[in-house]
T-cell receptor, first 113, second 114 residues
Framework: ELKVEQNPLFLSMQEGKNYTIYCNYS?????LYWYRQDPGKSLESLFV?????AVKQEGRLMASLDTKARLSTLHITAAVHDLSATYFC?????????????FGTGTLLAVQP | NAGVTQTPKFRVLKTGQSMTLLCAQD?????MYWYRQDPGMGLRLIHY???????AKGEVPDGYNVSRLKKQNFLLGLESAAPSQTSVYFC?????????????FGDGTRLSIL
């Protein structure tokens, strides 16, 4: 059974600081997704990581995938208040023609001024 | 640009009542999904569909039924609502090459069962 774990579950950080969110998954997969959710809102796609060693960057966020370690990281550089949100990773369960995603529990990020 | 539209946005039901949640997408996506989001548990897949007229069970299908009579619509039904079904429900859709594309989510339906 595929399980996805994120840590930390809650992260309070100051503006300008760097930090990393970790996403571990339990079985083989080669597709991992990162989403952002603002309070009371929908999920917004941030990154799609499709292969081992994949690295993608958008603004102050950078995501990477290590399929051998079954680990993805979301690195935040010089955090700003606008990055405050809940971040989810989701892993594609292998098999079948559709991406049946298993989501992590999410990391609530609060960036303090 | 409507994307994925869910109706209603909020609903309160009494135990035992039934209701249908509607999801509509205008992106011509083949795949559609229903999730529920509960505090501390992330999103869990209820049912999904890979095309018009087809549906399949996800992780937590019990107590729910779905139908996809038209490609653009995916309905989620609760036949006899229970308090355990109090949750936020999200619909999502993606292309047939969905494994290389992110799923697009609606704004959610907040459902309370009393």
């Amino acid at each position: 059974e595929l399980k996805v774990e994120q840590n930390p579950l809650f992260l309070s950080m100051q503006e300008g600081k760097n930090y990393t969110i970790y996403c571990n998954y339990s079985t083989t997969s080669d597709r991992l997704y990162w989403y952002r959710q603002d309070p009371g809102k929908s999920l917004e796609s941030l990154f799609v990581l499709l292969s081992n060693g994949a690295v993608k960057q958008e603004g102050r966020l950078m995501a990477s995938l290590d399929t051998k370690a079954r680990l993805s990281t979301l690195h935040i550089t010089a955090a700003v208040h606008d990055l405050s949100a809940t971040y989810f990773c989701a892993v594609d369960r292998r098999g079948g023609a559709t991406n049946k995603l298993i989501f992590g529990t999410g990391t609530l990020l609060a960036v303090q001024p | 640009n409507a994307g994925v539209t869910q109706t209603p946005k909020f609903r309160v039901l009494k135990t035992g009542q039934s209701m249908t949640l509607l999801c509509a997408q205008d992106m011509n996506h083949e795949y559609m999904y229903w999730y529920r989001q509960d505090p501390g548990m992330g999103l869990r897949l209820i049912h999904y569909s890979v095309g018009e007229g087809t549906t399949a069970k996800g992780e937590v299908p019990d107590g729910y039924n779905v139908s996809r009579l038209k490609k653009q619509n995916f309905l989620l039904g609760l036949e006899s609502a229970a308090p355990s079904q109090t949750s936020v429900y999200f619909c999502a859709s993606s292309y047939v090459t969905g494994r290389n594309q992110p799923q697009h989510f609606g704004d959610g339906t907040r459902l309370s069962i009393l």
